[in-house]
């Protein structure tokens, strides 16, 4: 009995034995990054603009007339040369068989006079025949011919009438409205359809006069269309303000191999320098601190010191800040907030992956 009283007196005694915790708290891993000073950063502007085509015209006849026949509708799309819309004809072709057949006696008249004016002329040097009789012969003949040249005249004309009944495709593309139907009586000029050529799109987009004017075009920039980024050179630059925006139109080719909309919007982007003195880091870095003011936090010594930043400029990834940083100090990338300033850290070296500002 008095064995196991030691025993279990003993037992207590050996459990109260074993090494008590460490003081503080535990030291943290932490990815850092060496601070690097820069004398500038960028800034990414996107200015608006339309998808417009660089071939678009509304399609009508030069002369008046009631519309026979019209071969297209909205959404076709049209090679050029290819026929639109025609005029009714009935009274210009009655009308050209009439000049025909007026030519044709014209003709003749014409043979007969040539015919008189050889015999006059042998018989007046024959004496024969008087001078005056000569004279009338070859005057008759003239004026038959002039007669004759301005039937042929208008004859051509009405060719030409002719052929301004029948409207033709300038160039291929899709119609996108069609204005009159068959049986419309149109006047000269007036909108049969709308052509919008098919393949040819321009950017229109404005600008401040001072950006346009340092724009270059021998190069290509970048548009925003769709979500997706699209490469366009500068065509030209209209060198007129536009009234009530304060800006130039500035025109961009758009590539071909895609379907442009009329009307649709469109975005060049361009990237500004800008001249300040500061530190790219990334968005992880930073942290909230007192009264909506910003902090990130450096490793000095393997102790958390908390630097207070101000942002001058920030995208999705990082941002340009400056403050009390200072040239190589050791940035904590990333898990602010399983730090707290005094904390002890352990640094490690940023792993690849971890995007640097090279711009």
Same mark, same amino acid.
């Given at each position: 009995?008095?064995?196991?009283?030691?025993?279990?007196?003993?037992?207590?005694?050996?459990?109260?034995?074993?090494?008590?915790?460490?003081?503080?708290?535990?030291?943290?891993?932490?990815?850092?990054?060496?601070?690097?000073?820069?004398?500038?950063?960028?800034?990414?502007?996107?200015?608006?603009?339309?998808?417009?085509?660089?071939?678009?015209?509304?399609?009508?006849?030069?002369?008046?007339?009631?519309?026979?026949?019209?071969?297209?509708?909205?959404?076709?799309?049209?090679?050029?040369?290819?026929?639109? $819309?025609? %005029?009714?004809?009935?009274?210009?072709? *009655?009308? #050209?068989?009439?000049?025909? =057949?007026? &030519?044709? !006696? /014209?003709?003749?008249?014409?043979?007969?006079?040539?015919?008189?004016?050889?015999?006059?002329?042998?018989?007046?040097?024959?004496?024969?025949?008087?001078?005056?009789?000569?004279?009338? $012969?070859? %005057?008759?003949?003239?004026?038959?011919? *002039?007669? #004759?040249?301005?039937?042929? =005249?208008? &004859?051509? !004309? /009405?060719?030409?009438?002719?052929?301004?009944?029948?409207?033709?495709?300038?160039?291929?593309?899709?119609?996108?409205?069609?204005?009159?139907?068959?049986?419309?009586?149109?006047?000269?000029?007036?909108?049969?359809?709308?052509?919008?050529?098919?393949?040819?799109?321009?950017?229109?987009?404005? &600008?401040?006069?001072?950006?346009?004017?340092?724009?270059?075009?021998?190069?290509?920039?970048?548009?925003?269309?769709?979500?997706?980024?699209?490469?366009?050179?500068?065509?030209?630059?209209?060198?007129?303000?536009?009234?009530?925006?304060?800006?130039?139109?500035?025109?961009?080719?758009?590539?071909?191999?895609?379907?442009?909309?009329?009307?649709?919007?469109?975005?060049?982007?361009?990237?500004?320098?800008?001249?300040?003195?500061?530190?790219?880091?990334?968005?992880?870095?930073?942290?909230?601190?007192?009264?909506?003011?910003?902090?990130?936090?450096?490793?000095?010594?393997?102790?958390?010191?908390?630097?207070?930043?101000?942002?001058?400029?920030?995208?999705?990834?990082?941002?340009?800040?400056?403050?009390?940083?200072?040239?190589?100090?050791?940035?904590?990338?990333?898990?602010?907030?399983?730090?707290?300033?005094?904390?002890?850290?352990?640094?490690?070296?940023?792993?690849?992956?971890?995007?640097?500002?090279?711009?």
């Amino acid at each position: 009995m008095a064995r196991r009283s030691l025993f279990f007196a003993l037992f207590p005694v050996a459990a109260c034995g074993s090494p008590p915790p460490a003081d503080g708290p535990p030291v943290l891993p932490v990815r850092t990054e060496a601070l690097k000073p820069q004398d500038h950063y960028e800034v990414e502007r996107a200015f608006l603009g339309l998808v417009r085509p660089a071939q678009s015209t509304a399609l009508g006849f030069e002369r008046d007339g009631r519309v026979a026949r019209v071969e297209v509708d909205e959404g076709e799309t049209l090679e050029a040369g290819q026929l639109v $819309a025609t %005029l009714d004809t009935a009274r210009l072709q *009655a009308e #050209r068989s009439r000049l025909r =057949a007026q &030519l044709r !006696q /014209l003709d003749a008249k014409v043979d007969l006079s040539e015919r008189t004016s050889r015999r006059v002329n042998a018989l007046a040097d024959k004496k024969y025949a008087s001078e005056q009789s000569r004279d009338e $012969a070859a %005057l008759g003949l003239q004026a038959d011919r *002039a007669q #004759r040249d301005e039937v042929q =005249a208008a &004859l051509q !004309q /009405l060719e030409v009438e002719l052929q301004k009944s029948v409207l033709k495709a300038p160039f291929a593309g899709t119609v996108v409205r069609r204005a009159v139907d068959p049986g419309a009586v149109v006047g000269p000029g007036q909108p049969v359809l709308e052509l919008q050529g098919r393949s040819v799109a321009e950017a229109e987009i404005g &600008l401040p006069v001072r950006r346009a004017g340092k724009m270059d075009r021998d190069r290509s920039y970048e548009l925003r269309w769709r979500g997706e980024t699209v490469h366009a050179p500068l065509s030209s630059v209209v060198d007129r303000v536009r009234p009530g925006a304060r800006t130039v139109t500035a025109l961009f080719a758009l590539p071909a191999d895609r379907r442009w909309v009329e009307a649709e919007r469109i975005e060049l982007l361009l990237r500004e320098r800008i001249e300040a003195d500061g530190y790219s880091i990334p968005l992880t870095a930073l942290t909230r601190g007192p009264r909506g003011s910003w902090m990130v936090y450096v490793a000095d010594g393997g102790i958390v010191v908390p630097e207070a930043v101000e942002i001058l400029h920030a995208d999705e990834e990082r941002a340009f800040v400056r403050g009390t940083l200072q040239a190589r100090q050791a940035l904590v990338l990333d898990g602010t907030h399983r730090v707290v300033p005094g904390q002890r850290v352990d640094e490690v070296d940023a792993v690849a992956g971890v995007k640097e500002d090279v711009r």
